[in-house]
C-alpha cells in the first residue's frame, strides 16, 4: 500500500513511531488513513526489530476524530455500505489495542471523538498539557460506537457515560485523573516523557510483554475464579520455563543488564 496520510519513522532503534500526517484537518482520519493505520500496525506486530510502537500526531494537534467529509457521505451511503464501513474502522481500532508491542499515544492538542478512542486503544497515553479531549460525536447526531468499548476501558462506565451525553471537553488534567491518560507533562517536555516510558518498556523482556498483553487481555474487573486462578497459573509456569525468563534471571543474578536492553 502506498502511505499517504501516515509517517512511519525510526524514533530509536527498536523503536518505530507511526505519525498521523493530516495536520491542514488536525490529523482526522478518512478511509484511507484507516486502512493506512491498519496496514502499519499489521507490519509492525510482525517486525521483529520493533519493540515499541508510538502513535502520534503531526502538528499542533493529535487528532480530530473522522473526517467530517466522510462522515457526511457514509450518512447518505446505504446500511450495507455503513455496515462495512465501520467494521474497518472497528478492525484498526482491534489492531492497535491487540498490537503484541506495548503501544504509546503521545498526545498534545486536541483529541476529539475517534482520536479518543485512538488514545485509549493504546496501552499507555501521555499527554501535554495544552491535551484536550472529547467524545463528541453526539453533538452531529451521531454515537461514539465503536470507540465506545476502548473509552470505557479506559475510564469506566460512568465516566465514559458522563463523556459521551455532554460531548463536554475536558483538559489534560481531568484526563489525567479519571485514567483517559496515565501522564501529563509540558508540551516542551512531552517528547522527553514519552522517551522516558520507551526507556521503561525497553527494560523489560519483549516476549514477558507479549504475555502481558495476552494475560490481560483476557482478564476482568470482578470476582477472580477458579477459572481466571487457572489460567494465570498455566500461564507463569509456562513463561518461567522459556530462554527469556532464564536470562532475566541469569541477568539479574548476575549483576548485568539483559540481553534485551539496548546497550
Not at 485509549?120 to 484536550?132: E, G, P, R, T, V
Not at 460506537?145 to 473509552?151: A, K, N
Not at 483476557?218 to 525468563?245: C, F, H, K, S
Amino acid at each position: 500500500m502506498r502511505v499517504t496520510t501516515l509517517s512511519i519513522t525510526s524514533r530509536q532503534p527498536g523503536v518505530a513511531q507511526v505519525t498521523m500526517a493530516r495536520p491542514a484537518v488536525f490529523n482526522a482520519f478518512d478511509e484511507q488513513m484507516i486502512a493506512e493505520l491498519d496496514a502499519a500496525f499489521t507490519r509492525l506486530a510482525a517486525d521483529d526489530s520493533v519493540r515499541v510502537v508510538v502513535l502520534a500526531g503531526e502538528g499542533k494537534h493529535f487528532s480530530a476524530g473522522a473526517d467530517l467529509q466522510w462522515m457526511q457521505r457514509a450518512s447518505t451511503a446505504s446500511v450495507e455500505w455503513n455496515v462495512a464501513d465501520a467494521r474497518k474502522f472497528a478492525g484498526m481500532l482491534a489492531r492497535i489495542e491487540a498490537c503484541p508491542k506495548p503501544t504509546v499515544a503521545r498526545v498534545q492538542g486536541a483529541a476529539l471523538g475517534g482520536g479518543v478512542g485512538l488514545a485509549c486503544a493504546c496501552d499507555i497515553a501521555i499527554a501535554a498539557d495544552n491535551a484536550s479531549f472529547s467524545v463528541s460525536e453526539a453533538r452531529f447526531g451521531i454515537l461514539p460506537s465503536v470507540i465506545g468499548p476502548y473509552v470505557t476501558n479506559a475510564v469506566g462506565k460512568r465516566h465514559a457515560l458522563r463523556l459521551a451525553l455532554t460531548t463536554t471537553r475536558i483538559a489534560a488534567a481531568e484526563a489525567l485523573a479519571i485514567g483517559l491518560v496515565q501522564q501529563v507533562t509540558t508540551l516542551d517536555a512531552l517528547d522527553a516523557m514519552v522517551n522516558a516510558t520507551v526507556k521503561e518498556l525497553l527494560a523489560g523482556g519483549p516476549n514477558a510483554q507479549r504475555e502481558i498483553k495476552t494475560l490481560f487481555g483476557q482478564l476482568e474487573v470482578g470476582p477472580i475464579t477458579p477459572e481466571v486462578r487457572e489460567l494465570t497459573a498455566q500461564t507463569i509456569a509456562r513463561v518461567r520455563g522459556t530462554d527469556e525468563a532464564r536470562e532475566g534471571f541469569a541477568a539479574f543474578l548476575g549483576k548485568r543488564p539483559a540481553n534485551w536492553i539496548p546497550q
